[in-house]
């Protein structure tokens, strides 16, 4: 079946320092991916979409500027937390979808942990 | 506004028993519904899809109902098992741009 594979699963960063996250489509391609947050005991907060070739679209209230994603390829898009602060510290997942019909496929996710 | 309301937030259920998970949406025009089951500190995976001319779809021990008209789903749970405890998570699909409208999730706790 269809794998969506993220990477890291941790990291631990200091406060101010800026963290790249992949997110690959590792059977199919997806022209569009799309980029969660996730706190404790809630659910899925979509961030933006990440379209291949061209700007990411991003939901009411994300800052473009702080989380800059990149969906370079058909099978790779990345999420970079720019100048980590504590506050960003979450759960990330992304997720892409094989076709129309078909589920979305969520990586793993990465834990992000600013101190 | 397009919303999706899960309940309950949270429930526990001894092993073995049933239980049955909620979801009421405005979301439209309606496209399809998903189920999700997501493990703790991992990434949802769908459970099942309900389109508007479906009302019952089982996947194993889960199974999902869609009344389109009242807008209302439900998953149940038959004979809970304790890797049963998760997040479930309801997701609506828009015909209209294709956006995609989560709920809250309910998280289950199976006991001994």
């Known amino acids: 079946g269809a794998v969506v594979s993220q990477h890291p699963s941790w990291v631990i960063c200091k406060s101010g320092t800026s963290v790249k996250i992949e997110c690959r489509s590792l059977?199919?391609?997806?022209?569009?991916m799309f980029w969660y947050r996730q706190f404790p005991k809630q659910s899925l907060m979509l961030m933006a979409t990440s379209n291949e070739g061209s700007k990411a679209t991003y939901e009411q209230g994300v800052e473009k500027d702080k989380f800059l994603i990149n969906h370079a390829s058909l099978t790779l898009s990345t999420l970079t937390v720019t100048s980590a602060h504590p506050e960003d510290s979450s759960f990330y997942i992304c997720s892409a979808i094989p076709g129309s019909d078909s589920p979305l496929h969520f990586g793993n996710g990465t834990r992000l942990t600013v101190t | 506004k397009n919303q999706v309301e899960q309940s309950p937030q949270s429930l526990i259920i001894l092993e073995g028993k049933n239980c049955t998970l909620q979801?009421?949406?405005?979301?439209?025009?309606?496209?399809?519904l998903r189920w999700y089951k997501q493990d703790t500190g991992r990434g949802p995976v769908s459970l099942t899809i309900m389109t508007f001319s479906e009302n019952t779809k089982s996947n194993g021990r889960y199974t999902a109902t869609l009344d389109a008209d009242t807008k209302q789903s439900s998953l149940h749970i038959t004979a809970s098992q304790l890797s049963d405890s998760a997040s479930y998570i309801c997701v609506v699909r828009r015909a209209a741009g294709n956006k995609l409208t989560f709920g809250g999730g309910t998280r289950v706790l199976v006991k001994p």
């Open positions: 059977d199919f391609q997806a022209t569009t």
């Open positions: 979801c009421n949406y405005t979301v439209s025009p309606f496209s399809n």
